[in-house]
T-cell receptor
Framework: EAQVTQNPRYLITVTGKKLTVTCSQN?????MSWYRQDPGLGLRQIYY???????DKGDVPEGYKVSRKEKRNFPLILESPSPNQTSLYFC??????????????FGPGTRLTVL | AQSVTQPDIHITVSEGASLELRCNYS??????LFWYVQSPGQGLQLLLK??????LVQGIKGFEAEFKRSQSSFNLRKPSVHWSDAAEYFC??????????FGGGTRLMVKP
């Protein structure tokens, strides 16, 4: 089954404790992206990647890192989480040149709470 | 910079009634426009998209949307709402640089 998976689905952590949220897709998609969803703000793009070893900042990259060493994986790293990073996070993937009639497929989300 | 406004945070309609969800965008060039639906506890699912051509776009689950350049709008419609349509709906605008900007969402509740 074609899908985007994220782990963990739920995470409660404390300020300053490094964490990684994994994202993996099995559709051989070039493009992958991370979003955070906050009430009333919709989804905001954190980082995206056009292909292996190619990443770029979205609207709200501060406090986050990403890497794209393999095509299928796009982990989101919070080196020193803070309470304002408490949010619902979504990973998405798409075929190359996302807006040329290609849909973004979203993962199920990771709910992160930073105390 | 591109932006999307969904003026209605919450909408309640009766089952069987018609639905229109509003979306206004700001973008300098011809926009790429999308509507996504998010059911409780789920990720986002694409309902429909507009890139060019016919301004009335048909999507899945009986939804349609009309692109009106003069009004900078891309409103989502459905002639008869079903209880299973209760969800949150997001309008989004994209550009050729692969930046996708979402509106704040409209939560739809359906009364029996």
């Amino acid at each position: 089954e074609a899908q985007v998976t994220q782990n963990p689905r739920y995470l409660i952590t404390v300020t300053g404790k490094k964490l990684t949220v994994t994202c993996s897709q099995n559709m051989n998609h070039e493009y992958m992206s991370w979003y955070r969803q906050d009430p009333g703000l919709g989804l905001r793009q954190i980082y995206y990647s056009m292909n292996v070893e190619v990443t770029d900042k979205g609207d709200v990259p501060e406090g986050y890192k990403v890497s794209r060493k393999e095509k299928r994986n796009f982990p989101l790293i919070l080196e020193s989480p803070s309470p304002n990073q408490t949010s619902l996070y979504f990973c998405a993937s798409s075929s190359h040149l996302v807006f040329l009639n290609n849909e973004q497929f979203f993962g199920p989300g990771t709910r992160l709470t930073v105390l | 910079a591109q932006s999307v406004t969904q003026p209605d945070i919450h909408i309640t309609v009766s089952e069987g009634a018609s639905l229109e969800l509003r979306c206004n965008y700001s973008y300098g060039a011809t926009p790429y426009l999308f509507w996504y639906v998010q059911s409780p506890g789920q990720g986002l699912q694409l309902l429909l998209k507009y890139f060019s051509g016919d301004t009335l776009v048909q999507g899945i689950k009986g939804f349609e949307a009309e692109f009106k350049r003069s009004q900078s709008s891309f409103n989502l419609r459905k002639p008869s709402v079903h209880w299973s349509d209760a969800a949150e709906y997001f309008c989004a605008v994209g550009n050729a640089g692969n930046m996708l900007t979402f509106g704040g969402g409209t939560r739809l509740m359906v009364k029996p």
